[in-house]
């Protein structure tokens, strides 16, 4: 099986990859949407981003992929219990999935066969410990998008249906992409994801003509190509995994905090989502670059891919929604 791209060989896309490297350092900041033109790498760099992180160790046998067979579930029927390297899991979701199968639901063919009631897991249970990839999130059935938001938040997955009581971990990163011309996710579903994207094809002629020198050479040239790229995406997995230990030791002064709410009130955002995402982002950011406290820095860097989907809109104001942070950002920490 061939390798995914590596996630250090991806060209240009910085707030693309700044926003899938957070997420990483710290799941708790939500979802990323990536919305922009086909083409762009969406895909590319959430497999790259996983193939990129350390294997989980799970229980062979086990449909959640749990560290340890105390963690599987009950009704989970193990076979092997022995404790085996896989790679973060990669779950595609497709358009066309139902709700029994993104959630799991009463097995048919063993009640039919044997006469016993189980559940047959789903997507959910699947995507465990790892990511949950939607491409079109716009096109998407809105109650399976408000279902996946609500696990995505929660960390558990809850079945109550055909007689069956079921729960589950379901800890994963929600990563949506879509193209804005073929539709818009509604305002309340835009606000509950963690981080938001715009991406679009490069102009450059020099850049794109690299994009095409490296994915020519990833198709044809292989090893040589992912011997070349393997120590960038060391050191980006390394400090990921410094970041994850360092975060908990990040100072955030109240300053940062006013900051934070000062910010979002200017912005007119709903909500307190916007203050939280905004700290968690900025935390993961400074513990990402070696930092021991948050400062003003982080915030600018992190307000345009946390707060620009969590605009209003303004008929009168043409200017995109990062543009109007970046403009308030200006303002308010001057």
Not at 160 to 186: C, D, K, T, W
Not at 195 to 221: H, Q, T
Not at 302 to 308: E, G, Q
Request: charged fraction near 25%; proline fraction near 6%.
């Amino acid at each position: 099986m061939t390798a995914p791209f590596p996630f250090s060989a991806i060209v240009g896309q910085t707030d693309m990859k700044q926003a899938m490297i957070l997420t990483a350092v710290d799941p708790g900041i939500g979802g990323v949407l990536v919305f922009g033109d086909r083409g762009t790498g969406k895909s590319t760099a959430v497999r790259a981003l996983a193939a990129l992180l350390p294997p989980i160790r799970a229980v062979e046998s086990c449909p959640v992929n749990a560290p340890t067979p105390a963690d599987c579930p009950e009704w989970a029927e193990l076979g092997s219990q022995k404790i085996v390297s896989r790679a973060t899991p990669v779950i595609d979701l497709p358009l066309g999935a139902t709700e029994d199968r993104v959630v799991g639901a009463l097995d048919i063919e063993r009640a039919l066969t044997r006469g016993e009631k189980a559940f047959e897991p789903g997507l959910l249970a699947r995507a465990n410990r790892g990511y949950l990839y939607i491409d079109e999130v716009n096109l998407l059935d809105d109650h399976i998008v408000d279902l996946l938001l609500d696990v995505a938040q929660s960390g558990e997955n809850v079945v109550e249906r055909e007689g069956l009581s079921i729960r589950h971990p379901a800890r994963f990163v929600l990563v949506g992409s879509g193209n804005p011309e073929e539709g818009e996710l509604r305002p309340q579903l835009l606000d509950r994801f963690g981080l938001s994207v715009d991406v679009r094809s490069p102009n450059d002629v020099a850049e794109r003509v690299e994009v095409i020198k490296r994915r020519d050479a990833f198709e044809n040239n292989h090893t040589a190509f992912m011997a070349q790229y393997t120590a960038q995406d060391t050191v980006i997995r390394d400090a990921i995994l410094a970041a994850r230990e360092r975060l908990a030791e990040i100072t955030t002064p109240d300053a940062i905090l006013e900051d934070c709410a000062t910010l979002c009130i200017a912005l007119g955002s709903d909500g307190l989502r916007g203050e939280l995402t905004l700290l968690r982002g900025a935390r993961a950011l400074a513990a990402y670059q070696g930092d021991g406290t948050v400062g003003r820095d982080h915030l600018r860097a992190i307000a345009p891919t946390a707060l620009s989907h969590r605009l209003r809109r303004d008929p009168l104001d043409e200017a995109g929604s990062g543009t109007r942070v970046r403009r308030i950002l200006e303002d308010v920490l001057e």
